[in-house]
């Protein structure tokens, strides 16, 4: 009874969260895209950069109504079909996550250090690291084929034990995670310092103040929506592992749920985010854009 009580309390969750962040995140993906592709003047390492980001985020939405679908109802899906859910979920979560840590560290490079950016950024570089992140993510949800014991399952849940034997996927999910985190502190924290130092006083041209709350309303955003579900993810793995004692076992699984709920909220704050620095780039004069597109 208590078991039914959660699975209705996390249900509940995810349909809250989820309708919203699924209606809202599709409507400012589709608008920023729109926005990059036909109103932007020049495409630039930070654009393509954004695009990729957009575009994996959107790929994400699509998978949120199957989500709601699947939890509670006892839907159960083909084997492939479950897997190709699953590989399109968390595919485009973590290139999400490398590629935001990539945005930070070519924001970094263009704004510390303006004449090694000469050599080291160039579009076709930021097409290249952005091929390697989705083609190294989607090698990886080769993962996603042993969630599941049988080939009847109820997705993105009640995984089988195979995937707990091996730390190996916790590992480089959590690694993806905390290093992505590390750098993008770092490199937020330093584009700061910098960008405060060029700032003069009365001088329009050096204010910086909207590309410091763009830069730290997307740390906020990553740190906010991706922390609390790797941290229950390592509980959920120590639970399985009977480091913790197994009585958390349901409280944990459902955190993990909600965790991850909590988690896509990113697809649809970055949206929001990007959608206005893409409107405002557009309306910048070339100079101004050309600055602008160096700070976002």
């Known amino acids: 009874m208590a078991n039914n009580s959660i699975e209705s309390y996390v249900q509940l969750f995810q349909i809250t969260v989820y309708i919203p962040t699924f209606v809202l995140g599709l409507l400012f993906n589709v608008m920023a895209l729109w926005f990059a592709f036909c109103k932007i003047r020049k495409l630039t390492e930070s654009t393509i950069y954004l695009v990729s980001l957009i575009i994996l985020d959107t790929l994400l939405l699509f998978t949120l109504p199957f989500k709601i679908i699947s939890y509670g109802s006892g839907n159960k899906w083909k084997w492939e079909f479950c897997s190709f859910l699953e590989s399109l979920y968390f595919v485009n979560m973590y290139g999400s996550i490398l590629i935001s840590a990539c945005i930070c560290v070519d924001r970094y490079i ?3 250090h303006p004449f090694l950016a000469m ?7 930021a097409v290249m690291v952005c091929s390697i992140i989705c083609l190294g993510v989607w090698a990886g949800a080769s993962f996603t084929y042993q969630f599941h014991e049988d080939t009847n399952s109820t997705c993105f849940h009640g995984f089988s034990n195979k995937t707990w034997e091996t730390p190996i996927v916790l590992v480089i999910l959590e690694s993806a995670f ?15 310092i910098c960008l405060k130092r060029i700032r003069k006083p009365d001088d329009p041209l050096t204010n910086t103040s909207k590309s410091v709350k763009v830069i730290v309303a997307n740390l906020v955003t990553f740190v906010i929506c991706f922390t609390p579900f790797h941290v229950v993810l390592l509980l959920h793995y120590l639970v399985k592992k009977e480091v913790i004692m197994r009585n958390f076992q349901e409280i944990i699984r459902s955190s993990v749920q909600m965790s991850l709920c909590w988690a896509n909220l990113n697809c649809c704050l970055d949206a929001i985010c990007y959608y206005f620095v893409f409107k405002e780039f557009s309306k910048s004069p070339p100079q101004e854009s050309e600055r602008t597109t160096k700070s976002i």
Do not use: D, N, P, V
Request: aromatic content about 4%; overall charge positive.
């Open 119 to 125: 050599s080291l950024r160039s579009t076709k570089k």
């Open 178 to 192: 905390l290093g992505s985190l590390i750098t993008m502190i770092f490199c937020t924290a330093q584009i700061i």
């Open 110 to 112: 263009a704004i510390r």
